[in-house]
């Protein structure tokens, strides 16, 4: 017995044995056994690790087989798809055998690698064991196509702002997938690694690609928990993988923008004290702010809904620090004008959030007028809007008068178009606030421009003079319109179909769409799309089909908008564009015409139809009165039993008959019931079985007369 049967037991095995008789004679003798190992297929690749590829590369796999018997199937299965590989421009496949085939190697090219031909090959192989059974042994080999690593920034520049948190966010791609993201931090002083800290938070998220089985992408996120001005720099942030047992590494960079928000010092702002004459007086607010914010300068009272506007004055930035410095208003000569409340406004707009703070400060002096407008602005056709004009001054202002345009108002002249609150005059102190309100009624386009406010105050016997505009826009939503909604055109014809969009602010163009299509309509060899510019409101688009088809009729539905006060507008019109059709005195003529025919031709129908009746019948008749003539004639042929001398006695009682069966003892008696009738030979019919059958002409019981002068029946009785 052999335990654990290895292939170098293989081999011939001799078994001899010997006795002795009782002669002590010996004999001896052997048997020789060979003893053949078998070997399930075995299947093994030099190397389980995944083959590393570029894009575009080649490499073979080289599968082992061995077996005895000698294996006599190899193949080659993609597991992506399942299916067997062949020769073709993407694999070659070929193999040697050992010089007693049960060693083989097999050898798969793989050409031009791809994404698509990534995943795991299959070699298998197969032979039969002498008990019948076929042993089939399968290996893997993974082709792995390989990236080097990528590291993308989310963004370029990061915006960040003074005093809250910000994030960057940082992505790498690569097979193998790469490792951890670390973060470096550079500016001009400064060149340090990021951890995490009480200023910072790291995070690290993997991505799976089930596609491919592996994981593709890692994605870090540095969050500053609280942005300081110091802040400000380059952020890089890198990683590596492992390609082809080299080690590949990426990085990307992003800046992070931080700005400061505009505030004010509030504690060395200081208000001004002067008079009237006084040379340079100097209005000053320190101010912290990145970007430099834009500094404004109004001038207020004591009533805080009423501001003027100084910007005549010429107010200065001058910067101290990068994100600091001093607003600053400086009066040259001091001026009646000059005196009053200063409203400092501050602005900056930080990664397009706007920041805004205002301080008061005190400028006291005589001043002459100063008028405060608000806004230019955009106000919509047909409604009604108010000019306010406010005017600081003291002493109070003498008048107030509106130009349009460099040419005076005539107020009184045009009351449905302009109005006017009366001038109303605010005296306090050394002070005073006047005002006038220029209304325009019903606003239509020829309203707009600029309309100017000027106001007069005498002061020692010197008028002063200031003027204020403010430039007023009409806007309307667009309007489109079309001359004709339905047309009526036949196929073949040339056809326009033309839409106007009016509006201010000018249209955005004309889209047409076709029988309710979300599809803009374009310019094609059998559609032409005009476009045009009639003015600065107007704009016109023209459909010209030069020979229109029916599937070229139905709805065109004509488009346009325009923004108008930030909100978006939208109009648009509708042509129905179908078949010509009859009038409808054409309509009524066609359908009595049509209703005549009709007539006609039922009357034709009908006719036609009786004749090939009438005819039928005529036929029918004269096929069935041949018919009964020839029954008749049968009927009275001479009979036996003195059947012709009943006849004859019947007709010499006076032409009368009876028909019926005769009794052969009681001859002149019938057998059953006897009806007496006059005959005539083209009507009746008679079967002599105890009845006359009446022919359509007769009703039954009715009389036929018989001429029987003529003679016997044979004779012209005109019986039959």
Known sequence: RISDVQLEDEGTYTCRFSNIDKTNSSYMDEKTIQLIVQVPVEVSFNSTDPVQLYEGETTTLTCNIF?????????????????????????????????????????????????????????????????????????????????????????????????????????????????????????????????????????????????????????????????????????????????????????????????????????????????????????????????????????????????????????????????????????????????????????NTVHNRTYSVTFNLTLEVYFQPVITLEPSRQ??????????????????????????????????????????????????????????????????????????????????????????????????AVVVSTNNVNVESTPGMELNLTCTANGWPAPQGIMWYFNDSTTVLQSSPERLIIDSQISHKQIRSVIWIKALTREQMGKYECRSSNIVLGSLKTDKAIITVFEEQMSGVEQAISSKEMLIIGVLVAIILVVILGVTLLLVFRHRKKRREKEEYERLKRDVAPRPNGADSTLKADRERGGLIQLGELDPSQPDKPYTEVEYVELDPRVYKSDYRNKIQPMPRRKRGEYATIDSRGGDSADGDRLI
């Open 67 to 347: 077996g005895k018997p000698a294996p006599y199937r190899t193949t080659w299965v993609r597991s992506k798809t399942g299916e067997e590989i062949q020769a073709n421009d993407m694999f070659d496949i070929r193999q040697t055998n050992s010089s007693n085939e049960e060693v083989i190697t097999s050898f798969l090219t793989v050409k031009n690698m791809n994404l698509d031909l990534e995943g795991s090959y299959e070699c298998s192989s197969e032979n039969m064991l002498s008990s019948g059974r076929v042993v089939r042994t399968p290996a893997y080999q993974k082709i792995l196509r390989v990236e080097d690593v990528a590291v993308v920034a989310k963004s370029i520049s990061v915006p960040g702002v003074v005093g809250s948190l910000s994030r960057i966010v940082c992505s790498a791609t690569g097979v193998p997938t790469p490792g951890q993201i670390t973060w470096r931090y550079r500016s001009k002083n400064t060149d340090k690694d990021i951890l995490d800290s009480d200023q910072y938070t790291i995070t690290q998220q993997k991505f799976y690609d089930s596609s491919r089985n592996l994981y593709t992408k890692i994605e870090s996120t540095l969050t500053i928990k609280l942005v300081r001005w110091s802040d400000r720099g380059t952020y890089e942030c890198s990683t590596t993988n492992m390609v082809k047992g080299v080690e590949k590494t990426s990085s990307a960079t992003t800046i992070l923008n931080v700005g400061y928000p505009v505030s004010i010092n509030t504690e060395t702002a200081e208000s001004l004290q002067t008079l009237l004459g006084n040379q340079v007086g100097t209005l000053s607010v320190p101010l912290y702010g990145f970007p430099v914010p834009t500094v404004s300068w109004t001038k207020d009272t004591d009533d805080d809904d009423v501001t003027n506007d100084i910007t005549s004055l010429d107010p200065v930035y001058i910067p101290v620090e990068e994100y600091s410095g001093v607003a600053q208003m400086t009066f040259p000569t001091i001026k009646l004008t000059d005196a009053g409340r200063y409203l400092v406004t501050a602005n």
């Open 379 to 476: 106000i919509p056709e047909m409604t009604s809007t108010k000019i306010p004009c406010t005017v600081s001054s003291y002493p109070p202002v003498s008048y107030i008068m509106w130009i349009y345009n460099g040419t005076d108002l005539d107020l009184a002249s045009s009351p449905n178009k302009y109005g006017v609150e009366e001038l109303v005059v605010d005296a306090r102190g050394d002070m005073a606030i006047s005002s006038r309100i220029l209304v325009i009624k019903q606003a239509r386009s020829e309203d707009e421009g600029r309309y100017t406010c000027k106001a007069a105050v005498l002061i020692t016997d010197r008028f002063y003079y200031a003027t204020g505009s403010v430039d007023i826009s009409v806007v309307s």
